[in-house]
């Protein structure tokens, strides 16, 4: 966003009317009632946030102890660029120094603590494979070249297998590209070239996850916890154990308003009345909708239940109102398509295995990012983070985290499909891909392994087109908006926090007819240095970039751009 842009909203007449209803206790509802405090010069009363379960934070999630172990089921990847992630915390006070905010720590840390990975690939149990190039052919960097220059329009429902050849898919490059954003072959391309054209300034770097950032603790602990407190401070009302069941919806020729909310709390039926002077922000979809968590003798399940999915049921019974609501079943119709498996392993008292993979990696924990075994069938990713990677997290305990996005297939050491392991089995199969067999009833018995099925983890990535996720506000909505993954935003990418950051930010500015731009998406596309060093990577020294643009750029005094 250019400085010029960085104005103070003016407070609008009757603002002090309007009430917000929030559905949905994640990133984007959070940012979404920031947003209106900071910008839309709401009260905190005034903002009503629902989520049915008992803790707030949606997919950001960290929680635990030493005794009963810790768990997180994921993480997102940050990176220097996520303008409305960043903006965001640069204005939530950091809990440990009320005179620094959040961005201010975080920068400092990857400052301190910058990424770059030394090992990114393993095979042959505990052997470092090349990860020295991206390992394209020339054939292969045509089909992602004419990738990045296609119409969205023409790739709906195209799969990454339908648009590349057999070999792409063995090529480090896909190794790198799906162990970070856990894409699957069958995934939708059109999400895989905004990936390719939105992080493109980090593809000369792919290989050793430069430009990838981390954060001091889990997710939880450093963004949501942080941002929960400001929000608390300001009176919002965060209501947990809350369900919101359905909405009403008065749909005309020009408008659609929310007249009602159906809730339900305290095992109480109850109906909200709403007017078009109201707010209501939908978070409709999730992915980590339906988890179930396992121990070490007990698999997660895989939750097949179709008619109790939260968020999902609520976006099925609104989209059935108007087809400007998208088209939920698309997204969570084929839960084989969009699951996979990750445990949180909590080691006490037993250094073994953190010495053996720093010695192993070269990389302090935190400071390697994610690590891919190639030769497992279950596709095993795994990282070390900063430690203590848990606020309350003991000197003497360690924390490592891992997932497979392959569970329906037999292990190479544990002959079970992931899906139906334990704990105690996952943890050995991922010690046995190390060289680490021998260590395995060592390193078990200082363990507690948690494993986490999620159903929809990867649902947002499912083929898709143009009209299957909504607008962040419809066409003729009043009072209406989609926040989220689930909503449609021009060249972003979902599965990542600045996705749900922008709906909330666009969702605030829209309903409230506010003055401020949203932070625009990131287009470094479109600047040459970007594109001579991405060629640079994919190429190699197949034919010698340097020279072609030499000649090209010879006597029109941009010569020297190849010094930059």
């Known amino acids: 966003m250019k400085n010029y842009e960085r104005i103070n909203t003016i407070t609008h007449k009757g603002i002090e009317n309007k009430n917000a209803y929030l559905v949905g206790g994640g990133i984007a509802s959070l940012a979404s009632a920031a947003y209106l405090i900071r910008d839309g010069h709401l009260k905190g009363e005034q903002i009503h946030i629902f989520e049915k379960l008992r803790v707030l934070g949606g997919s950001m999630d960290g929680a635990g102890n030493a005794k009963d172990g810790y768990v997180a089921r994921g993480g997102r990847e940050l990176e220097s660029y996520m303008e409305c992630l960043w903006d965001l915390y640069g204005f939530i006070p950091s809990l440990t120094d009320p005179n620094r905010t959040v961005l201010d720590e975080f920068k400092a840390l990857n400052i301190e603590e910058p990424i770059k990975s030394h090992c990114r690939l393993i095979e042959n149990q505990g052997q470092k494979a090349d990860f020295s190039t991206l390992g394209l052919e020339m054939d292969e960097i045509m089909d992602l070249s004419k990738l990045v220059i296609s119409n969205d329009e023409d790739l709906g ?146 939750n097949r239940d179709q008619k109790n999915r939260g968020c999902w049921s609520l976006w099925e019974k609104i989209a059935k109102q108007s087809d400007d609501f998208g088209h939920p079943d698309v997204f969570a119709g084929n839960i084989e398509d969009s699951n996979w498996l990750s445990f949180t392993t909590t080691i006490t008292d037993n250094s073994t295995l953190l010495d053996y993979l720093l010695e192993f990696t070269g990389d302090a924990p935190g400071m390697g990012g994610a690590i891919t075994i190639k030769d497992s069938n279950w596709l095993i990713t795994f990282v070390v983070p900063k430690q203590p990677h848990f606020i ?16 329906d297939k037999d292990g190479n050491y544990i002959k079970k499909k992931m899906r139906d392991c334990t704990g105690s089995e996952l943890l050995s199969e991922l010690l046995y891909h190390l060289g680490l067999e021998e260590q395995i009833p060592e390193i078990l018995s200082s363990s507690n392994v948690i494993p986490c099925m999620m159903p929809y983890i990867t649902s947002q990535f499912m083929p898709r087109s143009k009209g299957d996720r909504p607008e962040v506000v419809p066409k003729g909505s009043t009072n209406l908006a989609f926040i989220g993954q689930f909503s449609e935003i021009p060249n972003d990418c979902v599965f990542t926090v600045e996705y749900s950051i922008r709906s909330a930010i666009m969702a605030v500015y829209q309903l409230l007819g506010l003055e401020k731009q949203v932070p625009p998406v990131y287009n470094g596309q479109y600047d040459l240095r970007v594109l001579l060093n991405t060629v640079r990577t994919m190429v190699g020294k197949k034919i010698s970039i340097d020279n072609l643009l030499a000649k090209l750029l010879m006597n029109t005094g941009l010569n020297n751009i190849m010094d930059l």
């Open 157 to 302: 429902y195209v799969t990454c297998e339908q648009w590349f050849k057999p070999a792409f898919f063995e090529t480090n490059f896909w190794y790198f590209f799906r162990s970070m954003f856990a894409f699957e072959n069958w995934h939708s391309v059109l999400e895989a070239k905004r990936y390719i054209v939105r992080f493109m300034h980090l593809i000369s770097g792919m290989n050793q996850l430069v430009g990838i950032l981390h954060t001091e603790y889990n997710q939880y602990d450093s963004f949501i916890l942080p941002l929960i407190t400001w929000l608390k401070k300001h009176g919002v009302r965060m209501e947990l154990g809350v369900e919101v069941t359905d909405l009403d919806i008065k749909i005309t020729e020009n408008e659609k308003t929310v007249e009602r909310i159906y809730i339900i709390r305290d095992g109480k039926e109850e109906v909200i009345e709403t007017s078009n002077t109201d707010l209501v922000f939908i978070t409709n979809g999730s992915m980590t909708e339906n988890s179930t968590l396992g121990s070490m003798d007990k698999p997660a399940v895989l």
């Open 392 to 407: 309350n997290q003991p000197e003497n305990v360690h924390v490592l985290w891992a997932y497979g996005l392959f569970s």
